[in-house]
């Protein structure tokens, strides 16, 4: 998939004349450049001489086409560029480089009209959508250091090619001219909840759900899991991709348990979803959890840290790659992975679908600079000299099939200090420039340009060392191919994986079908693609998918950027790391809209993150680097032989894996919800102040091995509550058995009405996993019958389209201390679905984009609705109460305006365990772009205690 604002206003015109070779062209040779290119490429260096300070902070393509607004001789000059012609659009989505992210630079960024999508400290990056006439004034901030049109990505997944269906058009990678719409992607979507709703007799006990991957048999892990009797009990495998839009139908339909998805961080799109399936095919009960990759890199590697310090997660797996990840260093996403790793975590990430040297399908070149060393009228600087011989060639030609392939070149200078500059031009047939990027390099910048090639025969690719020294370089172009043609030789070199997935603790994975063959040809007359084992099990012949993107990595400089190998910046410098690591199943199929079956190593990644759950739960609290070396050591070997550039050391076996490792069944008991009942007092039942009551706790061994010696020792850090027992014994439990003991609860006179007794539970027993903790919340208090409404009458509060802050209304509360109940409700008078409705509670024209939060005086937040309601309008009438049948996730467009009775996406009671007197806030943030709406009528019900 391809996703992202890929290169700004560098389209092609798809004209005959573009196409056609000038007489001018046909009378150079083919690998040198010919006069007619030379002045175009004259006429764009010309503009970059000419920027201001703020300008050449601008990434190149926005300055030149900001320039062409009133310079009609570069229009001239330039006949087949479409940035130099038409009008820049009123606004463009930029990352934006910053020395550091403050509260000020925010503000002064959005008073000149920007959105801020996502604004990263740690990173020092902001994604904002920014006014175009605001462009130069941004750049011009002194916090800032670059401003560069929004760094795309893509996953890695192979779907059809673009003559298909939309939603299988973003791969083998190439240009998507046609994506789904927000609409088309929300009818998608609901198709499948209501499947799934619809379709009775779903268990409710974990399982593998209505289809199961084909790489659980190929892998064999369904007689790893027979055999050693362990399923993922007591692993957290996380996932990021793209998003989870049907993840409510996929746990309707039990191919999924409830998902712990990082706040807001639902993403947009179903990967994510098919990722998590398959996660839940080979390891059942291990739990999962997600947050979105994408927004921007920079929001990548926050999530990816968050996974682990908010989400516990001990496994991790993506499948995306952000064009601007550096091959030569760990940039910020990596440096992520590095944090993760270090603390304790498994790392997974799909190679790429980029492919590779040995199966002849990869666009990849790098090399040591070579300059041509001529120069051509008024053309500035050396073009790099492609042929390693005698010859000179100053192209590097595609294949005519790389139409709309994005198109990264990287220098071996570190990231924020590139003082070399290098540029890089794109050409048609006939030697127009109908592409570039040439953005300043001047010392603290970085080593990177990108473009996008258009469409037609004959494009070819030309680098040039605008000033500084001679660098090792990469020029790839990402699921293109070079390809001999015109009299140009195709220079071809292995390495195209590249970015955090060559991280030296990630494991990088390559991917070989389980089951068909991938349904296309990746070009024109390939060979047939292979096939996969299944219902078989994988064997040393297997072949590996065609597309899989090949290694080794040379890296030059440490995260910091201090250089491996001091002065040597060439092709005998740096460090090479082998990658990828090991190979795992795609192919498969899943639940998810689009993804069945379901191709590319975006499927692989998540099959040997698994694979690794399942050895983790066998041997919990085993060092992440024994599951590393144990999954490359028993890894089935493939062509060719011994470790390779393709397929890394092999294929994992789920029994070859459980084997080495000792893998054995774990018990792991949980303490569940406590129930706590009068026995001494006033006889209503009801535990209130001054009495005593009996308070029973369940515990139930979750795990897959029997329990024995199972106690609980219950400890509270309440004043004026007492316990006793401090210990009770349990016995032993079978894996799945539930048992329960009774302790005594006592309350002082003086203990607040209604204040919750927080209980620390911790659960021991024979095992690795012993002991566990649980907080436990006991209700006190006799709840009042009748609510009190605290309404917000204030003016309707717009909700910014697109950003992160989002718009807030505050509710004050006063009265009792302590709530036995709140639920929450959008109001409204007259329900309808007008656009900018004032009669209903929200109004918005897209409902899927938002997501609404409310917050108590003590900072605890609940969620109520998370991008649900696709494309419907307004909600009107809507309560939010935890006793209610259905979420809010079932909800669908069909039903707007959205009212009745709903339970909301995590539960309200968590906002009870601390007083409700003070100021409470609800928030809607927009987390897509396109539509508007305000908050107008909200009402906060509050139910108190009988006194």
Known sequence: MLTGTLVAALS??????????????????????????????????????????????????????????????????????????????????????????????????????????????????????????????????????????????????????????????????????????????????????????????????????????????????????????????????????????????????????????????????????????????????????????????????????????????????????????????????????????????????????????????????????????QTIGKFAGSAHDFDPGDGVQLYEPLSDESQGVVVPLFWADPLGQAADDYDLYLLDAAGNVTGFSQDVQDGND??????????????????????????????????GRYEDANGLTAYVTPGVTRGHSAAVNAVSTAAAPAAGAL??????????NPTGPFPGVFTRDQLPERFTSDGPRRVFFEADGTPYTPGNTTSTGGVVRQKPDVTAADGVRTTAPGFDPFFGTSAAAPHAAALAALALSGNPGVDPDSIRTAMIDTAIDLAPAGVDSRTGHGIVLATRL???????????????????????????????????????????????????????????????????????????????????????????????????????????????LSPTSTTLTVATGQPAETPTEFAYTGPAVPIPDDDAAGASVTIPVTGSEYASKVTFSVDGETCLTDTASTTVGLDHTYVGDLVGTLTSPSGATATLFSRNGGSGNNLCQVAFDDDAAASFSTVTSVDAPFTGTWSPISPLSELTASPVVGDWTFSVVDQAGGDSGSIRAVTLSVTGFVE
């Open 519 to 528: 349904p296309f040809d990746l070009e024109a007359g390939d060979p047939p």
């Open 658 to 768: 459980l084997q080495r490792t000792g893998a054995t069944p774990q018990p792991l008991v949980r303490a569940g919800e406590a129930r706590a009942e009068e026995t001494s007092g006033d006889g209503d039942g009801y535990l209130e102040p001054g009495e005593t009551g009996s308070l029973t706790v369940p515990v139930t061994n979750v795990g897959d091995g029997r329990a024995t010696s199972v106690s609980v020792r219950l400890t509270t850090s309440d004043a004026g509550v007492t316990l006793r027992p401090a210990v009770r014994r349990y016995g032993s439990l079978a894996a799945g058995a539930t048992a329960e003991r009774s302790f005594t609860v006592s309350l002082a006179d003086d203990y607040p009405l209604g204040k919750p007794v927080t209980v620390q539970a911790s659960v021991s027993f024979v095992g690795v």
């Open 446 to 479: 970085d080593p990177f340009e990108i473009l996008q090639t258009g469409a037609g025969a004959g494009q070819k690719l030309a680098v040039v060392k605008y000033a500084g020294a001679d660098r090792y370089l990469q020029l790839s172009a990402l699921r």
């Open 12 to 373: 092609i015109p798809l004209t005959a004349a573009a196409l056609t070779p000038s007489a001018a062209a046909a009378a150079t040779p083919p690998g040198q450049i010919g006069a007619d290119t030379a002045a175009q490429i004259a006429a764009l260096q010309k503009v970059k001489g000419s920027l201001s300070g703020a300008e050449r902070k601008l990434d190149s393509a926005l300055a030149v086409s900001l320039k062409a607004r009133t310079d009609a001789s570069l229009r001239t000059a330039l006949p087949r560029l479409d940035t130099a012609k038409g009008a820049p659009a009123s606004s463009v989505t930029v990352d934006i480089e910053v020395t550091a992210v403050t509260d000020g630079l925010l503000a002064r960024l959005r008073a000149t009209g920007a959105s801020v999508a996502h604004a990263s400290k740690v990173v020092r990056s902001i994604r904002a959508t920014v006014p175009t006439s605001a462009l130069t004034t941004v750049a011009g901030f002194r916090e800032v250091t670059h401003v560069r049109a929004a760094g795309g990505a893509m996953t890695s997944r192979a779907g059809a090619p673009a003559t298909t269906s939309k939603d299988d058009q973003a791969a083998p990678g190439r240009i998507v001219t046609s994506p789904p719409s927000k609409s088309e992607r929300t009818a998608r979507v609901e198709t499948a909840l209501k499947k799934a709703l619809n379709t009775p007799g779903r268990p409710s006990v974990v399982q593998q759900g209505e289809l199961t991957s084909e790489g659980d048999a190929a892998h064999a892990a369904d007689t790893a899991r027979a055999r050693f009797k362990v399923t993922g009990t007591g692993v957290k495998v996380c996932a990021l991709s793209d998003g989870i839009d049907s993840v409510s139908a996929s746990v309707a339909s039990g191919d999924l348990p409830p998902i712990d998805v990082l706040p807001g961080q639902e993403g947009s799109g179903d990967e994510g979803t098919a990722m998590l399936e398959i996660i839940h095919d080979l390891a059942p009960n291990a739990e999962l959890g997600f947050a979105t990759a994408f927004t921007s890199a920079a929001s990548f590697a926050d999530n990816i840290r968050a996974l682990r310090e908010q989400g516990d997660c001990d496994i991790i797996v993506d499948d995306v790659l952000y064009f601007a990840e550096t091959p030569f260093q760990d940039g910020p996403i990596a440096q992520a992975v590095n944090d993760v790793t270090a603390d304790g975590a498994l790392y997974f990430s799909s190679a790429g679908n980029e492919g590779n040297v040995i199966d002849g399908t990869s666009g990849n070149y790098e090399g040591d600079f070579n300059g041509s060393g």
